[in-house]
């Protein structure tokens, strides 16, 4: 069975640290999909990256970056110079690639990030 | 960018009361999911459906949850005798194929509260 396990309840930082949110994956798929979506305190989820398990470069996108590890089945998402508007709460989830396969969410990591 | 619509953004309901959630998926897509996300808590998986029905099922989604495609557009959720614990961020997502590989679009949610 899938499940991804985000360890991290809550992390505080202060505006322009580094931050690191930990994702742990478990599939018995060769063949998956891994997630990041944000849901800032609105309410709605929006996504920020989709990575396949074949696919173990990291990808940077402004100061955003994600190390895909299969080694480790982790999928580990970093902000730069971290900002308020980053503060939300961050999901990682997974999705089998065989039949009609849901995402499976983490618990999410709240990122308060503080002036 | 095509969007996922969700009506209404917000709706209150007395325990009991039956409720129909709207979505209107992407045009193009074939596989419908809804997820539900009780306050504080991660985002669960209720249903996928895809040619006319229902594909998976989670534990949660049990008889008093029906999903329908009454027309080409809209897909939508019903709740039966609502009780207060379906409190919760309902989501609709459509995707174009359904594994990840094209990824999933949410919409933005609908707040059910049921007093």
């Known amino acids: 069975a899938q499940k991804v396990t985000q360890a991290q309840t809550e992390i505080s930082v202060v505006e322009k640290e580094d931050v690191t949110l930990d994702c742990v994956y478990e599939t018995r798929d060769t063949t998956y999909y891994l997630f990041w979506y944000k849901q800032p305190p609105s309410g709605e989820l929006v996504f920020l990256i989709r990575?396949?398990?074949?696919?173990?470069q990291n990808e940077i996108s402004g100061r955003y970056s994600w190390n895909f590890q299969k080694s480790t089945s982790s999928f580990n998402f970093t902000i730069t110079a971290s900002q308020v508007v980053d503060s939300a709460v961050y999901f990682c989830?997974?999705?089998?690639?065989?039949?009609?396969?849901?995402?499976?969410f983490g618990t999410g990591t709240r990122l308060l990030v503080s002036p | 960018e095509p969007e996922v619509t969700q009506t209404p953004s917000h709706q209150v309901t007395q325990m009991g009361q039956e409720v129909i959630l709207r979505c209107v998926p992407i045009?193009?897509?074939?596989?419908f999911y809804w997820y539900r996300q009780i306050l504080g808590q991660k985002v669960e998986f209720l249903v996928s459906f895809y040619n006319n029905e229902i594909s998976e099922k989670s534990e949660i989604f049990d008889d008093q949850f029906s999903v329908e495609r009454p027309d080409g557009s809209n897909f939508t959720l019903k709740i039966r005798s609502t009780k207060l614990e379906d409190s919760a961020m309902y989501f609709c997502?459509?995707?174009?194929?359904?594994?990840?590989?094209?990824?999933?679009?949410f919409g933005s949610g609908t707040r059910l509260t049921v007093v």
């Open positions: 997502a459509s995707s174009e194929i359904g594994t990840g590989v094209y990824g999933y679009t």
């Open positions: 045009s193009n897509h074939l596989y």
């Open positions: 989830a997974l999705s089998e690639a065989t039949g009609f396969q849901k995402l499976v």
């Open positions: 990575r396949n398990s074949f696919d173990e």
